[in-house]
């Protein structure tokens, strides 16, 4: 016999679990090592269920959430003996992952005997092993070249650590007291979710709380359809290109054919161009991220984003192209790059059936990682770019945001504080400021990116690697809104010439004193230029966002 749950049961219930992945992640914010979590935030937490659906998330990286159903799906299929006090953990792409460089920890949750749920952390780390510092690796000809793969394994066994694993995967990192300490952060978290789901269960009863959840999704569902049923049926066509793979090849194409019938939609991803011999092929759950964040960007904001929100949509694509890739590919890019791509063209294809949710296009990622020497502790360290974030795309609701980020993480990626940054590492912010005439022009204008100028204060020289994409194509303006100028970054050394980073660069020399001038791009605009207010682009000029020499339709 079915529960039966009232509206206001279930709104509690879902309140409940959003709170508890909520809290979730604040114990992270506060027990992480690196910065690339405990400033720059770049991990996620979720509750899956047995059935490897999403039953809820926090508002972290989408690219993340998005994939961790796949990964949920692996696990069940692997291991058929789980156990209260087990905890299981994975990175491989072709294993539910979606980089190396994310490592996802799973913990069950149980009522009584009943295996029920899933806690769930998926945290990027600064260093995966391989051939490079902080696991991005742009010579990379296969994933053997990237760092360590892990499939599914369990990393405690009835509550009790599996020492020799964890000594295995800390020897394989370059910086082992980090790893450590960020993998202690995610179980805690973990443990944490566990033991609150634990108490709801107690509180409520679990069939209570299954049956809630039940109504849960099938609320979002129907919430989901109604929005959709109001676009415009028809098949529409989008398109968005790389650079480059950084061997050689440019202008790589991600092609969507998007079918809109009554509440469903369908992506068709299969006419996307080759995979590449390089890191910006997509894994295959990277991909699905990248679908569902697209259609969740388009749905009410209020709607939560759910497998029932899902349920509309389906997506087709096929294996050995650029967004899903054959076993053995490199794929380290994949969650920036072509994931913003496919969230582009899927975004176009639809403004065409949607043209008032239809966002313009949202900044590419462009990151270094430094490694070199710290004088003041004679330590090495490795720090990631996670300042001068670019530029969001405007939208029918107004301008982009600035400084914002890209696609993948709209917003849930932080840059942190530059003077903690100065004091933690051998590094000085000497410019940190809006990039003005940067975002795309039109009705509503794109948000600005950011020129930073970084000074190195090392003793010895560093080295850097890039990984990016977005020098040549600049976010996508919309529906006759101009694109946002395309990131610019250089490296000026005294005693040799300025030059221009490319996006996919290794072993950089870096000398001390050197000046990494970056300058991310702005987003894209929204509508024809001639339909933006007077008001509006004189307060552009008042506040320096704009210039009084800047083109009219363009950022410069």
Same mark, same amino acid.
Not at 273 to 292: E, G, K, L, R
């Given at each position: ?416 504080? $530059?003077?903690?940054? +100065? !004091?933690?590492?051998? @590094? ?9 005439? /940067? *975002? &795309? ?59 221009? $980073?490319?996006?996919? +660069? !290794?072993?950089?020399? @870096? ?9 991310? /791009? *702005? &987003? ?33």
């Amino acid at each position: 016999m079915s529960t039966k749950i009232d509206p206001i049961t279930r709104s509690v219930v879902q309140h409940r679990l959003s709170s508890i992945v909520k809290e979730m992640g604040e114990a992270m914010l506060r027990t992480t090592y690196s910065q690339i979590l405990n400033s720059s935030r770049d991990f996620s937490l979720a509750i899956c269920d047995t059935s490897s659906r999403l039953i809820a998330q926090a508002d972290h990286l989408p690219v993340h959430v998005g994939a961790l159903p796949w990964a949920t799906l692996v696990v069940e299929d692997r291991f058929k003996d789980v156990a209260p006090g087990d905890v299981f953990l994975l990175n491989d792409p072709y294993h539910g992952g979606s980089h190396l460089p994310d490592l996802t920890v799973f913990v069950p949750v149980f009522s009584g005997d009943r295996r029920l749920l899933w806690t769930i952390v998926r945290a990027h780390f600064s260093d995966i092993g391989g051939a490079t510092h902080g696991a991005y690796n742009p010579a990379a000809t296969e994933i053997w070249q990237e760092g360590l793969r892990v499939p599914p394994i369990r990393l405690s066994e009835a509550g009790r650590p599996r020492e020799d694993l964890l000594d295995l995967l800390a020897l394989n990192v370059r910086n082992p007291r980090e790893f450590r300490g960020d993998l202690a952060a995610m179980l805690g978290a973990a443990h944490l979710g566990e033991r609150r789901v634990s108490k709801l269960f107690s509180e409520f009863g679990a069939p209570v709380v299954e049956a809630a959840i039940e109504a849960i999704l099938d609320a979002t569902e129907q919430q989901t359809r109604a929005v959709v049923s109001t676009w415009k049926d028809g098949v529409f066509f989008g398109e968005a290109f790389l650079d480059d793979d950084g061997h050689g090849r440019s202008d790589i194409r991600i092609a969507a054919k998007v079918t809109k019938q009554g509440s469903d939609i369908e992506v068709d991803l299969s006419e996307s161009d080759p995979q590449s011999s390089s890191f910006v092929n997509s894994s295959h759950a990277n991909m699905q991220a990248a679908v569902a964040m697209a259609f969740a960007y388009l749905i009410d904001a209020e709607i939560p984003k759910n497998t029932g929100a899902l349920r509309p949509l389906k997506v087709i694509a096929k294996q050995g192209t650029i967004v899903w890739a054959d076993p053995g590919r490199p794929v380290t890019l994949c969650t920036s790059h072509p994931s913003n791509e496919i969230v582009e063209a899927i975004v176009k294809a639809l403004s065409a059936s949607c043209p008032e949710r239809a966002m313009a296009g949202w900044s590419r990622r462009f990151r270094i990682a430094i490694q070199g020497e710290d004088p003041r502790t004679g330590k090495n360290f490795i720090w990631h770019l996670f300042q001068a974030r670019p530029g969001g795309g405007a939208s029918s609701g107004g301008d982009g945001y600035s400084s914002i980020g890209e696609w993948h993480s709209v917003g849930g990626l932080k840059f942190g504080s $530059l003077e903690v940054a +100065e !004091v933690r590492f051998p @590094l000085h912010f000497r410019r940190h400021e809006f990039r003005e005439n /940067s *975002g &795309g022009d039109g009705k509503f204008r794109g948000g600005l990116g950011v020129a930073l100028d970084l000074v190195l204060e090392t003793a010895k020289p560093a080295r850097g690697n890039t990984a990016g994409d977005g020098v040549r194509y600049g976010p996508c303006g919309m529906l006759g809104g101009k694109d946002g100028v395309p990131h610019d970054y250089r490296l000026i050394s005294e005693g040799r010439p300025p030059r221009a $980073l490319r996006t996919k +660069e !290794v072993g950089i020399e @870096l000398r001390p004193g050197d000046c990494l001038e970056i300058r991310s /791009s *702005g &987003g894209g605009g929204y509508g024809p230029p001639a339909e933006r207010s007077a008001e509006a682009r004189a307060r552009d000029r008042e506040q320096g966002l704009v210039t009084e020499d800047a083109p009219t339709g363009q950022g410069s």
